[in-house]
């Protein structure tokens, strides 16, 4: 479990998550692809490739004729406060503010009287080429101040929060113009002038922990969704040989509904596919045929205080196992769920069932964006949690470790459809 809160807290943006698992494949014996190259993929080999520095793919080659992909797709972005370019604000009076913009649809209360402060990327001039820089202000530098209980008594009762308002940062206070570029230029190793273009976001200071009577819970940023990505990586890599590819996708921009080059609506998962079909000479169409993903992106756990907003029949508690999510706004279908069903019970993992309340209409998954562009059976999953979209979640101290186990029995088959029947070995 520690592991997986040492890598959330080096993982303060979806760049970070990325280059984080990137290094762990290269030391692995991964061998890294360019999409602006010819692929030659060779039998029993390892490759990873990344699209935008916010997304990856990472797959294997059987050492025989592949009969399809298992694949799992989890999300790199969390719902967060996007920096704009010309960020410094001055005023009222002295102060000095971050000007933001919402992305995704977050809690906006828990971001409040809170330590924060970036992370991201900036472009910088680099002689004649334009390089990517991570950047992670490694200390307290930014707060968004709550109006005292005596000036709005109507805080308790109610509170729609205005984000070109209530929710901007204060930096501090007389700063000379361009000290937060400064301040970028100074984490990225260069000139401000030399900083062409940024992806920014506000991150939270305060890092993970395990907590509770018998340290049943654990509670961090960004749990939706690098708590599935963390463990679908590690099923990846612990999983056995088969006779299918498995296929590992950390996709972004599924908070704000992944119409992006790297997110599901894109064509990333679509490409990466097509390409290994191609230079091994299999055809694609009957490959993705024999093909299965796990579309995984945490799941709500019964609340403790309000359990009426849950389903009556369908109450996924933390630490009970993997939640397969079901219903009109999720990919899984009966078939799906009898196939994973049937790998958890063969890694000794409980299964756990979610649907919405029927007048309530949750979140989407990338399930659904994902198939319109690969069409294969797929199964929505998740881990229980609570305050899902909140800047510091809860999730179980035990889930983690069954989705691990799920996933490296998952990436251990392989999958086939014929008429109506479905076989796994």
Same mark, same amino acid.
């Given at each position: 479990?520690?592991?997986?809160?040492? *890598?959330?807290?080096?993982?303060?943006?979806?760049?970070?998550? +990325?280059?984080?698992?990137?290094?762990?494949?290269?030391?692995?014996?991964?061998?890294?692809?360019?999409?602006?190259?010819?692929?030659?993929?060779?039998?029993?080999?390892?490759?990873?490739?990344?699209?935008?520095?916010?997304?990856?793919?990472?797959?294997?080659?059987?050492?025989?004729?592949?009969?399809?992909?298992?694949?799992?797709?989890?999300?790199?972005?969390?719902? &967060?406060?996007?920096?704009?370019?010309?960020?410094?604000?001055?005023?009222?009076?002295?102060? +000095?503010?971050?000007?933001?913009?919402?992305?995704?649809?977050?809690?906006?209360?828990?971001?409040?009287?809170?330590?924060?402060?970036?992370?991201?990327?900036?472009?910088?001039?680099?002689?004649?080429?334009?390089?990517?820089?991570?950047?992670?202000?490694?200390?307290?530098?930014?707060?968004?101040?709550?109006?005292?209980?005596?000036?709005?008594?109507?805080?308790?009762?109610?509170?729609?929060?205005?984000?070109? &308002?209530?929710?901007?940062?204060?930096?501090?206070?007389?700063?000379?113009?361009?000290?937060?570029?400064?301040?970028?230029?100074?984490?990225?190793?260069?000139?401000?002038?030399?900083?062409?273009?940024?992806?920014?976001?506000?991150?939270?200071?305060?890092?993970?922990?395990?907590?509770?009577?018998?340290?049943?819970?654990?509670?961090?940023?960004?749990?939706?969704?690098?708590?599935?990505?963390?463990?679908? *990586?590690?099923?990846?890599?612990?999983?056995?040989?088969?006779?299918?590819?498995?296929?590992?996708?950390?996709?972004?921009?599924?908070?704000?509904?992944?119409?992006?080059?790297?997110?599901?609506?894109?064509? *990333?998962?679509?490409? +990466?596919?097509?390409?290994?079909?191609?230079?091994?000479?299999?055809?694609?169409?009957?490959?993705?045929?024999?093909?299965?993903?796990?579309?995984?992106?945490?799941?709500?756990?019964?609340?403790?205080?309000?359990?009426?907003?849950?389903?009556?029949?369908?109450?996924?508690?933390?630490?009970?196992?993997?939640?397969?999510?079901?219903? +009109?706004?999720?990919?899984?279908?009966?078939?799906?769920?009898?196939?994973?069903?049937?790998?958890?019970?063969?890694?000794?993992?409980?299964?756990?069932?979610?649907?919405?309340?029927?007048?309530?209409?949750?979140?989407?998954?990338?399930?659904?964006?994902?198939?319109?562009?690969?069409?294969?059976?797929?199964?929505?999953?998740?881990?229980?949690?609570?305050?899902?979209?909140?800047?510091?979640?809860?999730?179980?101290?035990?889930? &983690?470790?069954?989705?691990?186990?799920?996933?490296?029995?998952?990436?251990?088959?392989?999958?086939?459809?014929?008429?109506?029947?479905? &076989?796994?070995?």
């Amino acid at each position: 479990m520690k592991d997986l809160l040492t *890598f959330i807290a080096e993982s303060p943006s979806r760049f970070h998550a +990325v280059d984080n698992l990137g290094r762990e494949l290269e030391e692995a014996g991964y061998t890294r692809l360019s999409e602006a190259r010819t692929w030659a993929l060779e039998t029993g080999g390892k490759y990873y490739v990344t699209r935008n520095g916010s997304a990856l793919i990472a797959f294997r080659i059987p050492k025989a004729d592949f009969t399809g992909f298992m694949i799992s797709a989890s999300h790199s972005d969390a719902p &967060t406060f996007h920096i704009k370019e010309n960020a410094q604000m001055k005023g009222p009076e002295s102060y +000095v503010r971050i000007n933001t913009e919402g992305y995704g649809g977050m809690l906006c209360a828990p971001w409040l009287d809170r330590p924060l402060t970036v992370a991201g990327r900036v472009l910088v001039k680099a002689g004649e080429a334009i390089e990517t820089r991570l950047v992670y202000v490694d200390r307290d530098l930014l707060l968004i101040p709550n109006v005292a209980i005596h000036m709005n008594r109507d805080v308790n009762t109610g509170m729609k929060f205005d984000k070109k &308002t209530d929710v901007i940062p204060l930096m501090g206070m007389g700063e000379e113009e361009g000290a937060f570029r400064a301040i970028l230029a100074q984490t990225a190793g260069c000139e401000p002038e030399d900083i062409l273009g940024t992806d920014l976001y506000l991150c939270l200071r305060q890092k993970g922990l395990v907590w509770g009577a018998e340290e049943e819970f654990i509670s961090a940023p960004r749990l939706d969704d690098l708590q599935c990505a963390y463990g679908c *990586f590690r099923g990846f890599l612990k999983a056995s040989g088969s006779g299918s590819v498995p296929l590992y996708a950390l996709l972004d921009n599924e908070e704000v509904g992944s119409r992006t080059k790297q997110g599901a609506d894109g064509t *990333f998962l679509e490409d +990466v596919i097509g390409r290994i079909c191609a230079a091994l000479g299999r055809d694609r169409a009957t490959a993705v045929a024999n093909s299965f993903m796990v579309s995984a992106d945490n799941a709500h756990a019964v609340h403790p205080n309000h359990p009426e907003y849950h389903d009556a029949t369908h109450r996924p508690m933390m630490n009970g196992g993997v939640v397969i999510k079901q219903g +009109v706004r999720y990919a899984t279908d009966g078939a799906a769920q009898a196939v994973f069903t049937a790998l958890c019970r063969k890694a000794g993992v409980p299964v756990q069932h979610f649907f919405n309340r029927s007048d309530l209409a949750g979140g989407g998954t990338l399930g659904l964006i994902a198939n319109a562009h690969v069409s294969m059976n797929t199964v929505d999953i998740g881990l229980a949690q609570l305050a899902m979209h909140s800047c510091f979640e809860t999730a179980g101290s035990k889930d &983690t470790d069954y989705l691990i186990e799920a996933m490296a029995v998952f990436y251990s088959a392989s999958f086939w459809e014929e008429n109506g029947r479905f &076989t796994l070995e």
